[in-house]
């Protein structure tokens, strides 16, 4: 059964850092897109970042890219979201998701993922 489970959020203040993790586990395949998404009171499930995880190709929304990356670590089945400069509509709940064998004009969206984890809350308070 595959399992996605993220951690590392937290409160902190605009400006700051955090980095998220999501490990996982179970996947029926090696060729998958790992994904992070985000959501608010006003947005279901926001597009944050993808990773690619054969190619390493990273994909990151217009509202975090040079704030945010996504990265992957092959031994550890884990995939990263290093997040700075953080803002206070970057409050959220962040969700990692994982689908097999997507096309990639679907890799930001949420309902093209077969996996979700348990999501992780950030706040950024100003």
């Known amino acids: 059964q595959a399992q996605l489970v993220e951690s590392g959020g937290g409160l902190v203040q605009a400006g700051d850092s955090l980095k998220l993790s999501c490990t996982a586990s179970?996947?029926?395949?090696?060729?998958?897109?790992m994904g992070w998404f985000r959501r608010t009171p006003e947005k279901e499930r926001e597009f944050v970042a993808a990773?690619?995880?054969?190619?390493?190709?990273?994909h990151h929304s217009d509202s975090v890219k040079g704030r945010f990356t996504i990265s992957r670590d092959d031994a550890k089945n884990t995939v990263w979201l290093q997040m700075n400069s953080l803002k206070p509509e970057d409050t959220a709940v962040y969700y990692c998701?994982?689908?097999?064998?997507?096309?990639?004009?679907?890799?930001?969206?949420?309902?093209?993922?077969?996996?979700w984890g348990q999501g992780t809350r950030v706040t950024v308070s100003s």
């Open positions: 998701a994982a689908v097999s064998n997507v096309f990639a004009f679907r890799i930001q969206i949420p309902e093209s993922y077969d996996y």
């Open positions: 179970g996947l029926p395949s090696n060729r998958y897109v």
């Open positions: 990773i690619l995880w054969s190619s390493g190709t990273t």
